[in-house]
């Protein structure tokens, strides 16, 4: 797991601290402004193993009763690769990205579009494009 503190390089790339960038939107202090910052304090999420945003970021009508986070399985890497709307004045976008893991020994990917929507005034994940 990485580092939870506030100083430390943000897990989800953009080179800032965890504190100047996705602390924010898990503590409550700023909502993600756009898809792609929801997006990316979600892989953040998965990365310190925070099912608790995870949950609070789903819409209501997808969101499961619970997330079962594996351990053992760390979240190293995210690239996006494309965005669609998810902006400051959209009420739906898509980011399609690359989430990289190790689960021991071995490496792995999951390559998801994802399609967010703002309900009342924040971004929340709905499901993959296409379900």
Do not use: I
Not at 35 to 64: E, I, K, V
Request: proline share 5%; charged share 25%.
């Amino acid at each position: 797991m990485h580092n939870r503190d506030q100083g430390a390089r943000c897990p989800c790339g953009t080179g800032l601290t965890y504190g100047e960038c996705c602390g924010r939107a898990h503590s409550g202090a700023v909502p993600a402004g756009t898809a792609q910052a929801l997006m990316r304090s979600r892989f953040t999420a998965f990365a310190l193993g925070d099912a608790d945003y995870l949950l609070r970021s789903w819409h209501p009508d997808t969101r499961p009763k619970s997330v079962d986070l594996d351990p053992d399985q760390r979240w190293v890497r995210l690239d996006v690769l494309a965005t669609t709307a998810g902006g400051p004045l959209h009420h739906e976008g898509t980011v399609e990205f690359r989430a990289h893991f190790r689960h021991g020994r071995e490496r792995g990917e999951l390559h998801e579009n994802s399609r967010f929507l703002r309900v009342d005034g924040r971004w929340v994940y709905w499901a993959p494009v296409g379900e």
